[in-house]
């Protein structure tokens, strides 16, 4: 009998819980570089990024980009390290050093991609090419993973922070 009162009430406690919050972080680098590219494809910058599972802000900075920055997005991606599509856009500074942000509702799909490392961010600037393999005027990119120790330069790092999608229950 006392299952019977308990039940609902947990059902309803459970349902006005607010939801867990996770925390994101990218390091911002160069696009592939070849002996065509590496002179108009440079820079550096990170990001960090907050979800509750329903919303998704993202916060950053890049410097040293060779030519102004013109737009940001967010990309998904089948797999982290793989050109995907563009499915958010976020506010650049249109400089060669600025800032990167932008709050978003996000579907389910959207939600599954973030925790499965499937987003990305992407900065495009004037000088990068059209037409390459990883599309069109990208400069910077870096996948939201969730956020974690980061060690110096040689140092290992340790733990799977780089293998999010085997943290993900099954669905």
Request: negative net charge.
């Given at each position: 009998?006392?299952?019977?009162?308990?039940?609902?009430?947990?059902?309803?406690?459970?349902?006005?819980?607010?939801?867990?919050?996770?925390?994101?972080?990218?390091?911002?680098?160069?696009?592939?570089?070849?002996?065509?590219?590496?002179?108009?494809?440079?820079?550096?910058?990170?990001?960090?990024?907050?979800s509750d599972g329903k919303t998704?802000?993202?916060?950053?900075?890049?410097?040293?980009?060779?030519?102004?920055?013109?737009?940001?997005?967010?990309?998904?991606?089948?797999?982290?390290?793989?050109?995907?599509?563009?499915?958010?856009?976020?506010?650049?500074?249109?400089?060669?050093?600025?800032?990167?942000?932008?709050?978003?509702?996000?579907?389910?799909?959207?939600?599954?991609?973030?925790?499965?490392?499937?987003?990305?961010?992407?900065?495009?600037?004037?000088?990068?090419?059209?037409?390459v393999p990883w599309g069109a005027?990208?400069?910077?990119?870096?996948?939201?993973?969730p956020a974690h120790e980061t060690?110096?330069?040689?140092?290992?790092?340790?733990?799977?922070?780089?293998?999010?999608?085997?943290?993900?229950?099954?669905?």
């Amino acid at each position: 009998m006392t299952f019977k009162i308990l039940a609902p009430a947990l059902v309803v406690l459970a349902l006005a819980a607010p939801a867990f919050a996770a925390d994101y972080q990218t390091n911002l680098g160069p696009m592939p570089l070849d002996d065509e590219t590496k002179a108009v494809i440079a820079g550096r910058g990170d990001a960090t990024a907050t979800s509750d599972g329903k919303t998704l802000s993202v916060k950053g900075a890049f410097h040293g980009l060779p030519s102004n920055a013109t737009d940001a997005h967010i990309f998904v991606s089948p797999i982290a390290g793989v050109p995907g599509k563009q499915i958010l856009d976020l506010d650049v500074t249109k400089a060669t050093a600025g800032t990167v942000s932008g709050e978003f509702k996000l579907t389910s799909a959207q939600a599954t991609a973030l925790r499965t490392g499937k987003l990305y961010i992407q900065i495009n600037s004037e000088k990068a090419p059209d037409g390459v393999p990883w599309g069109a005027k990208g400069t910077l990119w870096g996948w939201l993973f969730p956020a974690h120790e980061t060690v110096g330069p040689d140092v290992p790092q340790e733990g799977h922070w780089f293998t999010p999608q085997l943290d993900t229950p099954s669905r």
